[in-house]
């Protein structure tokens, strides 16, 4: 699976994005999709994912209530809205796509195979 990810940009504190993640290769609908981010000097850090068809997502609490991840399967894609974003928000987003995840597996990095390259997201105060 080759994921690629994009929707980044400059945004001011209170503003939304989405970002997209579309893949290509094997079949995209057997994969729990995930988001994570990674800001200068942090560790990275899990955003949200979700489920293959869909029917569970998950979210890190730092962006619960304002971001929303959901897929389109027949159009390969995942996609995060994210709203009343905040400066704290900056950093590069990847997406990930990992298979036969378990429950306590969603959140850490390290379980998930496949990484797209990352896109930058800046929000000014």
């Known amino acids: 699976v080759q994921l690629q990810a994009s929707g980044g940009g400059l945004v001011q504190a209170g503003d939304s994005l989405r970002l997209s993640c579309v893949a290509s290769?094997?079949?995209?609908?057997?994969?729990?999709v995930g988001w994570f981010r990674q800001a200068p000097g942090n560790v990275r850090e899990f955003v949200a994912t979700?489920?293959?068809?869909?029917?569970?997502?998950y979210y890190g609490d730092s962006v619960k209530g304002r971001f929303t991840i959901s897929r389109d399967n027949g159009e390969n894609t995942v996609y995060l809205q994210m709203n009343s974003l905040k400066p704290e928000d900056t950093a590069v987003y990847y997406c990930?796509?990992?298979?036969?995840?378990?429950?306590?597996?969603?959140?850490?990095?390290?379980?998930?195979?496949?990484w797209g390259q990352g896109t930058l997201v800046t929000v000014s105060s």
């Open positions: 990930a796509a990992g298979g036969g995840l378990i429950q306590s597996s969603l959140r850490i990095s390290d379980h998930y195979d496949y």
């Open positions: 290769g094997r079949t995209f609908s057997r994969y729990t």
């Open positions: 979700i489920r293959a068809n869909g029917g569970h997502t």
